[in-house]
């Protein structure tokens, strides 16, 4: 298999004798790939003159690349292009990466034009997908490459399985917020939290949210949005807590909102001791302002309706508030609070 760059303008007749200009027509046929019959649509270059079917080494590349592909498909091979993105996710270089495999740089220059690779190198391209199967063929093979190289990879490769572990106790932490809020847009509520911030900081100056005003304004918010909107913007179910209402799934000792909103890398949280108060105090700032796209102006509008009116009060002022809310009297403690 070799690369082409585009096919000729004029190709040679030979029962015109002469160099034409040819057309290209679609046929089904069968290409033999090691003994076995590949049915694909041929493209053919044909002259425009005569007729004749010619031969033009671009098509007839680019027809034994699709053949191969279909092979490779039906046998469970491994493709060029997913042979670039493992090189990709560990940021080698096809010399690197045969290195580290004991293959020839070669054989996988050719594998990623089309060429089609032998089950033995295919299996083996496609275990080290998976870092920790790579990590043990760079330890085993590590006297191949240059040192700086071989930590420089290491490296890449405890970040990507960093990466997996939180990928995976995000996808952990989703599906206990689906069970507490079964109803809940996600998206909307990252909007929500969103411009919380945006405001915030638009009327009041403030970069920075105590924990207990964060979840009174998601109440409120959420609250208004139903009276307003007749429906709430995110779908947030709330319980009876001392302080006032708060999202299920938020008291200290479950933090799962707070844990998947800054694992998702939406907020950020600071902790600090209070003098006043004696008490460690969270303080909850905004990493990623541009969910604030996924509300409507509607909703943008109860959100900015609430922060104008509350976002400047202090937590004990806004715990006040809550104590007389209508919803939160007519609830028990640890109880749902119906909006």
Known sequence: MYELKKPKE??????????????????????????????????????????????????????????????????????PEEIKEIRSKYNVSQTLFALILGLGEATIQRYEMGSLPTKVNSDLIKRVSEPVEFYKILKSNKD??????????????????????NKLEVQELEKILYIKHPEIDIEKMKGLIAGLFYYSKKYHHKEFLYKTVFFKLLWLVEKESKKNLGRQIANLKFIHYNYGPIPKGAKNEEGVLLDYLIKTNLIRMNIDFSKKFLKETYMIGLVD????????????????????????LSASKLVEILHNDVDFKNSNYDEEIVI
């Open 289 to 312: 302002q541009s969910p604030l796209k996924y509300l409507a102006d509607e909703e943008r509008g109860v959100v900015e309706k609430i922060v104008k009116e509350y976002g400047g």
């Open 144 to 165: 191949n490459i240059p040192d700086i190289e071989y930590k420089r990879i290491l490296g890449n490769i405890h970040r990507i399985l960093k990466e997996f572990e």
């Open 10 to 79: 004029r190709l040679f007749c030979e029962q015109c004798g002469k160099l034409v200009r040819y057309k290209t027509i679609k046929k089904r046929e069968n290409y033999n790939v090691k003994n076995y019959p590949i049915e694909v649509e041929r493209t053919v270059a044909i002259c425009e003159e005569c007729g004749a079917e010619l031969l033009e080494p671009y098509y007839e590349n680019e027809n034994l690349k699709v053949a191969y592909r279909k092979y490779a498909e039906l046998n469970n091979l491994v493709l």
